[in-house]
């Protein structure tokens, strides 16, 4: 096929103006939304009879959705795609349907990674606050644990050690490549109760720090998070947060309660850090680049 019948993007997917200009060349009809649709039947109406689907990673298409629209046969995915546990659009459904879903990587990171450095070299130096030690420090000798060492996390590694951290980290698997940086691989556990600071780069809805994971975190650190959702239990979380501890996260999403973000060990953003000029240029080029590869 060399167009789409109908696009349909259902809601703010980042798109540069440029980007949705192009848009309009490779459907016949196309349709952007600018505010977040209210529930599955918003969704099925804003879809109606499209065969293709922007949507970015504030909604979500499980299987129960598309098979409400059956004119779709593609689905571009305006967000990162690691995984189908960790999709907002039903993967299994729409493979086992005939629809392609395609999704982006690596278009955010750098925002991240510099929106975490000013954070903790701010709470280090105390500038605007305490010093977290007493007194001003570098992150010179810090010891910093990552947990997930995908491309954010590994980015994140690379910055601090630049600035004279010793690196840990916890992954599925030891990385050859992180090993040959002077990384240390560590358990979990042993990796919680070795740092000074935490940064979780985990994909949406991996959760892996429970009450064992924060008890071996202990008291006097600081936590990141990175991620879009949660990388630990709540009712846990909020115990560890009421000691000496402080969590740092971009988003209400990242935070996961919103009652929290008025709690005094609470630093949240309520901002994407990771949506900056750059990043919306990078995401354009690759949501265009997949739906061409699919046309073609």
């Known amino acids: 096929m060399d167009k789409f019948r109908k696009l ?20 016949g009809d196309v349709v952007m ?21 922007l949507l970015s990673y504030t909604s979500a298409l499980p299987g129960e959705v598309l098979s409400r629209c059956p004119e779709v046969r593609y689905v571009g995915m305006c967000c990162s795609l690691y995984s189908p ?10 493979d086992a349907h005939g629809i392609a ?9 750098e925002g991240v990674v510099e929106y975490v450095v000013s954070a903790l070299v701010r709470r280090l130096h105390g500038f605007g606050m305490e010093p977290w030690f007493g007194e001003p420090s570098e992150i010179t ?12 996390g590994g980015m994140i590694a690379d910055a601090m050690r630049f600035f004279g951290a010793e690196i840990g980290y916890f992954a599925r698997s030891e990385k050859p490549q992180a090993k040959a940086k002077g ?36 008291n006097h650190k600081i936590l990141f998070n990175t ?11 909020a115990k560890w947060i009421d000691g000496d501890n402080v969590c740092y996260c971009d988003t209400v999403g990242a935070l996961g309660c919103e009652g929290l973000l008025g709690h ?33």
């Open 183 to 218: 990384y240390s691989f560590m358990p979990l556990g042993d990796l919680l109760a070795w740092s000074d600071v935490v940064f979780c780069c985990l994909n949406k809805n991996t959760v892996l720090l429970g009450d064992d994971e924060f008890a071996r975190l202990g």
């Open 141 to 152: 000798g810090l010891k910093v644990g990552v947990v997930g060492l995908g491309k954010s």
């Open 101 to 109: 879903v395609t999704g982006i990587r690596d278009y955010g990171d």
């Open 227 to 237: 991620g879009l959702s949660p990388a630990w239990q709540g009712e846990a979380f």
């Open 264 to 296: 005094p060990h609470v630093r949240c953003a309520c901002v994407s850090t990771g949506r900056t000029r750059q990043a919306s240029r990078r995401l354009s080029e690759k949501v265009l680049a997949n739906i061409e590869a699919f046309l073609a």
């Open 8 to 27: 349909v993007a259902i809601e703010p997917v980042g798109l540069e103006p440029w980007a949705e200009e192009r848009l309009r060349s490779m459907a």
């Open 85 to 94: 546990e960790s999709a907002n659009v039903d993967i299994r459904y729409a």
């Open 33 to 53: 939304f600018g505010d977040v649709p209210q529930g599955d039947d918003e969704i099925v109406n804003r879809i109606g009879d499209a065969d293709a689907v």
